[in-house]
């Protein structure tokens, strides 16, 4: 399956018609409404010669993620993306891509098990944040969570540590994480 970003070209335009379908790789400063829809390879094509556009069979790559803000003694803990990652060593709230089928908590359970080796329990939800990277766009789903059982062992992350929500601030963050933080220490306020 394929996620395609059909723009919507006026707030007022109820049509989304073929001009509009694929005509954008939203830059980070794009404000207009983008609707994100799934569809086979088959409509995916057609779509594409309709649109006579250029970029099948490469896609603009949308992915949906998890993360969790895990709290403990009044700290949150946080990850340093490896140097060999995507978006090398900027800090993230661990977890990952949402599997076909997974639900966003199972993802977030799984993830954090495989990440870190530890089981916890997710609680409230953040709010989504959708950003757009140069090469591609994230929708970002962030869930509050507590460890149940296991101590933090590394697998993939160059680094994690628990620190005080005051100083959440201060680490080069991946961007889409920054509407995280904000929330959270809102949240917290
Ligand atoms: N886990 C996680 N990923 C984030 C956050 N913020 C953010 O932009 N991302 C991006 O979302 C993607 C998450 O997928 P991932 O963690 O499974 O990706 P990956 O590239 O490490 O693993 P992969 O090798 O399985 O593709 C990464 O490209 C990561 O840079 C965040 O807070 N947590």
């Known amino acids: 399956m394929y996620n395609i970003i059909i723009r919507i070209s006026s707030p007022k335009s109820n049509n989304i018609d073929a001009s509009n379908i694929l005509s954008i790789i939203p830059p ?5 409404l983008i609707a994100n829809f799934t569809v086979t390879e088959a409509t995916y094509a057609v779509l594409c010669i ?4 250029v970029q099948f069979p490469y896609l603009y790559h949308m992915i949906d993620v ?3 803000l895990i709290e403990q003694q009044g700290k949150i803990l946080i990850c340093q993306r490896s140097a060999t990652m995507n978006l090398p060593l900027k800090w993230e709230f661990p977890g990952g891509k949402i599997e076909a089928g997974e639900t966003k908590v199972a ?7 495989e990440e870190l080796g530890l089981d916890i329990v997710p609680g ?5 944040v ?6 591609f766009s994230i929708t970002l ?7 149940n059982k296991g101590t933090v062992k590394l697998t993939e992350h160059a680094q994690a540590i628990w620190v005080l929500p005051d100083a959440l601030r201060n680490y080069e963050w991946a961007e889409a994480d920054i509407p ?3 929330a959270y220490l809102a949240l917290l306020a």
């Open 130 to 135: 959708q950003h757009h990277y140069p090469d």
């Open 50 to 53: 309709l649109t006579k556009s």
């Open 180 to 182: 995280v933080v904000d």
């Open 66 to 68: 998890t993360c969790a």
């Open 28 to 32: 980070p400063t794009n404000k207009l």
């Open 107 to 113: 993802c977030l359970i799984r993830e954090i098990k």
């Open 141 to 147: 789903y962030p869930f509050l969570a507590v460890v």
């Open 124 to 128: 409230s939800a953040l709010p989504t």
